[in-house]
């Protein structure tokens, strides 16, 4: 087969690859501060987001070694509200955004244990999380299973479909001009040591002004990059199930009415209930690189935890299982911002967070796209700090090289 023929087209200031919600906030933001934009991707919309649950979970994911990170996911929690209205007034789609809060249970002494503990983090991070015993959580959810030991309640913890938050994005960019090529980035094109666009599976040559590499899992990948800039991210496999609820009778309680969170087994498991009458089951974490199967022993897992969790979950329909791939980095925190390459900046390795940090990348990518300047709140997450750790061991790998 014939390569396909060579065309080029326009001359964008931004070119973003990859239109999952980081490349299409970034193209939409970018829009706004009267940059042209164009997005290179064969199903924008897609990616990790069409997989996800939604959870904005900045105090209920909290990690010990992440602090610097819950810094950024606290100030993209708190921008959520305003984003969303400015964006459903975009678009005008809904996205599905819920203040409803969150419930973290635990099942047995082991998950009481380890509740505890991200109590005691969260109380000296400064957060908002109360402790309840089995008998509160159960009145709050009442479809909890009889033997829930204790929860942390957190009702700043919300959640937004991620469907339709990509979906509105999508349209947002749109009617702001961004224009779309429904290809697939191949090579980035590099020129006299600066990143010039993208080559596209559909033999389309973009040449941009500045290049916006937001494949998520894919961006450590794309041929062209050079080795010291390529972005350290990997695949981390998800699979989520879709339940259909139970319609309630007007004035009944409903099934659940927030997020329900426990670690069953040493794994995280949620149950997020949209008032679409979806709810999302998640998610296993598996490193397996790119594979995206769904298993039987990955929805017989989740489903034998969530009835612990929730026992009445086993009468709900069954809608749809699916997997996805979070892009993984190595400190679990994003990748923003210019790389030593000029012309090209990440926007990849949202990890576990990438619905939650939506609105913060868009501003602090259209920034540094509009101004040349990255925002001092994205500072801590340059590509350059792993630059700096590659350079830095570079000499003592070098000695530890056999001869
Ligand atoms: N933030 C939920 C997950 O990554 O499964």
């Known amino acids: 087969m014939h390569p ?30 009267g940059l042209t934009v164009a997005v290179a991707d064969p199903a924008p919309g897609g990616g990790a987001a069409y997989v996800a649950a939604g959870m904005l979970a900045a105090v209920t994911e ?5 602090q610097t990170l819950l810094g950024l996911n606290l100030a993209s929690a708190g921008r959520y509200p305003r984003f969303i209205e400015e964006l ?12 409803c809060g969150t419930l973290a249970v635990a099942l047995d002494a082991d998950d009481r244990a380890h509740l505890r503990e991200l109590h005691t983090l969260q109380t000296r991070s400064g957060l908002d999380s109360q402790w309840l015993t089995g008998r509160e959580c159960r009145r709050l959810e009442p479809m909890l299973a009889p033997g829930v030991r204790g929860g942390l309640r957190v009702d700043g913890d919300h959640q937004v479909d991620p469907r339709r938050l990509a979906h509105a994005l999508l349209v947002a ?4 001009g ?24 559909d033999g389309t040559r973009l040449s941009a002004g500045q290049t916006v590499l937001a494949a998520g899992s894919f961006s450590g990948r794309l041929a062209g990059v050079p080795e010291e800039v390529r972005p350290p991210v990997r695949p981390v496999k998800g699979q989520v199930l879709r339940l259909r609820l139970p319609d309630m009778p007007p004035g009944s309680p409903a099934f659940l009415s927030r997020t329900v969170r426990a670690v069953v087994r ?16 998640g998610a296993t974490s598996e490193e397996l690189g790119w594979d995206t199967t769904v298993t039987a022993g990955g929805v017989y897992e989740l489903l034998r935890d969530a009835h612990e969790l929730v026992p009445g979950i086993t009468e709900l329909p069954l809608v749809e299982s699916c997997a996805g791939l979070r892009p993984g980095s190595p400190d679990n925190a994003p990748l923003l911002g210019p790389t030593e390459l000029p012309g090209l900046h990440l926007a990849t390795g949202h990890f576990r967070n990438g619905v939650l940090l939506t609105p913060v990348t868009g501003d602090v990518m259209a920034e540094l796209l509009a101004t040349g300047s990255l925002p001092d709140e994205a500072r801590p997450f340059s590509p350059a700090r792993f630059a700096a750790i590659s350079e ?12």
């Not at 001359?11 to 970018?30: F, M, Q, S, Y």
């Not at 909290?62 to 992440?66: P, T």
Request: aromatic share 4%; hydrophobic share 35%.
């Open 4 to 33: 396909p023929a060579t065309r080029t087209t326009g001359h964008p200031d931004v070119l973003v690859i990859g239109g999952g919600i980081i490349g299409l906030v970034t193209a939409w933001r970018a829009a706004g501060r």
């Open 62 to 66: 909290l990690h010990y070694g992440e």
């Open 178 to 201: 961004v224009v779309f090529h429904r290809s697939r980035a191949e090579r980035l094109t590099v020129d006299a040591g600066r990143a010039t666009g993208a080559q596209l599976a």
């Open 173 to 176: 960019c749109e009617r702001a």
């Open 88 to 99: 459903e007034e975009a678009g005008g789609q809904p996205t599905g955004y819920r203040r």
């Open 266 to 281: 040493g794994g995280p498991l949620y149950l997020v209930p949209r008032e679409s009458g979806e709810l999302v089951v």
């Open 392 to 403: 830095a061991a570079r000499p003592r790998l070098l000695q530890e090289q056999p001869v």
